[in-house]
T-cell receptor, first 115, second 117 residues
Framework: AQSVTQPDIHITVSEGASLELRCNYS??????LFWYVQSPGQGLQLLLK??????LVQGIKGFEAEFKRSQSSFNLRKPSVHWSDAAEYFC?????????????FGQGTILTVHP | ETGVTQTPRHLVMGMTNKKSLKCEQH?????MYWYKQSAKKPLELMFV???????ENNSVPSRFSPECPNSSHLFLHLHTLQPEDSALYLC????????????????FGNGTRLTVT
């Protein structure tokens, strides 16, 4: 069975500081990995995705994530955080083929940004 | 504009009421989903429709009844709910099948915040 672990429930950083949100997954085949962001009262917005190829993927809003197969990780990073990045972040894993859309999500990491 | 519109945004209902949640997608996708988001729990997949046929039903209680009349519209009919059903209900859509070697990302609506009293 596939699973996703986000070890940090809540992270606080200062504006302008760097950010890394951790994600570890368990999946029996080649994983398809995603990061979503959810602002209060909103749905989930796709930040970036990894299917294959270059293990460092770029997303929107200046975010990037690195796929490390040996560590079963897909950590999200941003070099300089903005106050508008405060939100909840979800890592998700899925498979290709008939597993379309059937994503398994982590519990989320709430990001607080101090001015 | 997310491309996936959900109504209503908020709903309060008693345990004996019958109500429906509506979702509409404007992205040309042909697969639609209902997810449940409860406090302090991961998102739970409830139902999947592909080409208007239900292809997934994750042991959801029968008090939740989905309907997909066409590839652009999805409903979730609710009746005799319990207080523990209070949650954010998210609709999503994607393209099925995805391009070879990829997985079509989910596009989410803003959700309906449901409170059962």
């Amino acid at each position: 069975a596939q699973s996703v672990t986000q070890p940090d429930i809540h992270i606080t950083v200062s504006e302008g500081a760097s950010l890394e949100l951790r994600c570890n997954y368990s999946y029996g085949a080649t994983p398809y990995l995603f990061w979503y962001v959810q602002s209060p009262g909103q749905g989930l917005q796709l930040l970036l995705k990894y299917f294959s190829g270059d293990t460092l993927v770029q997303g929107i809003k200046g975010f990037e994530a690195e796929f490390k197969r040996s560590q079963s990780s897909f950590n999200l990073r941003k070099p300089s955080v903005h106050w508008s990045d405060a939100a909840e972040y979800f890592c998700a894993v899925g498979g290709g083929g008939t597993s379309y859309g059937k994503l398994t999500f982590g519990q989320g990491t709430i990001l607080t940004v101090h001015p | 504009e997310t491309g996936v519109t959900q109504t209503p945004r908020h709903l309060v209902m008693g345990m004996t009421n019958k109500k429906s949640l509506k979702c509409e997608q404007h992205l040309g996708h042909n697969a639609m989903y209902w997810y449940k988001q409860s406090a302090k729990k991961p998102l739970e997949l409830m139902f999947v429709y592909s080409l208007e046929e239900r292809v997934e039903n994750n042991s959801v209680p029968s008090r939740f009844s989905p309907e997909c009349p066409n590839s652009s519209h999805l409903f979730l009919h609710l009746h005799t709910l319990q207080p523990e059903d209070s949650a954010l209900y998210l609709c999503a859509s994607s393209q099925d099948p995805p391009p070879r070697g990829t997985n079509s990302p989910l596009h989410f609506g803003n959700g309906t915040r449901l409170t059962v009293t």
